[in-house]
């Protein structure tokens, strides 16, 4: 894995995201040091691949800044988006105590910073601190929920729903109408939704009747309780 920009000192910024994440900050005071102390900082240039799917396992990593794919590859090398990462979201949890491989290909979207530990120093950690293995456990759990709220979605709604539902989301509390710019490109965005980019633009298309125009990455909703009866 090469095209490291540099190893970086924790600024109080990223330490701020660090102690939220439910890796850290689940645990006590003690614990989430612990964990402080175990995280290298590292940054990357964008499209660098972290890892790919059955590479050894080796890290288990927190988003300071910027967003990573995480996403499969069928054997005509057809690619999958499973979940797009921004700051304060951890990977990997999954392998802590399961495989020593990875399960799936990680790539940065844009010029990223990362808090990566190594799983072998993680688990001996959890195997001698009880507030790193109760933080570990509260940070599984929510991994598990997160992924079982993505699967009824992905059923229950459809397209333009989803992107409704991002875009009311994302806005400012309480707005009737708001200008939102998208934090990373809409072939990104669609990802995430677990949309094809094509399925993405005709969301955006029917969205229209409701108030919602699109001009590059500037998506101006007009009427969000239009959008919230989509």
Do not use: W
């Not at 990357?44 to 050894?56: A, G, K």
């Not at 844009?110 to 799983?119: D, G, I, P, Q, Y």
């Not at 298309?205 to 409701?210: N, Q």
């Amino acid at each position: 894995m090469t095209n490291v920009n540099k190893t970086v000192k924790l600024s109080n910024k990223d330490r701020n995201i660090l102690v939220r994440a439910p890796f850290i900050g689940a645990g006590d005071d003690a614990s989430a040091l612990k964990l402080l102390e175990a995280a290298a900082i590292v940054t990357f240039d964008p499209r660098h691949i972290l890892f790919r799917e059955n590479d050894p396992a080796e890290h288990l990593y927190c988003v300071l800044n910027g967003f990573v794919r995480i996403y499969r590859l069928n054997k005509d090398g057809r690619e999958a988006d499973i979940r797009v990462c921004g700051p304060g979201d951890t990977f990997n949890e999954c392998l802590i105590c399961g495989s020593d491989r990875y399960r799936y290909n990680a790539q940065t979207a844009e010029s990223t910073t990362l808090a990566r530990f190594e799983l072998p120093r993680i688990r001996n950690m959890i195997e001698q601190e009880p507030g790193v293995a109760k933080a570990v456990m509260q940070c599984l759990s929510n991994s598990l929920l997160n992924a079982m709220d993505c699967v009824a979605n992905d059923r229950l709604q459809t397209a333009p729903q989803r992107v409704a539902n991002y875009l009311i989301t994302s806005g400012p509390h309480g707005a009737t109408s708001y200008s939102l710019r998208l934090p990373f490109q809409k072939s990104l965005l669609a990802g995430k939704l677990g949309l094809a980019p094509e399925a993405l633009s005709r969301a955006f298309s029917t969205l229209r009747d409701a108030g919602v125009t699109v001009r590059g990455r500037v998506v101006q909703v007009n009427d969000i309780g239009a959008l919230r009866q989509i």
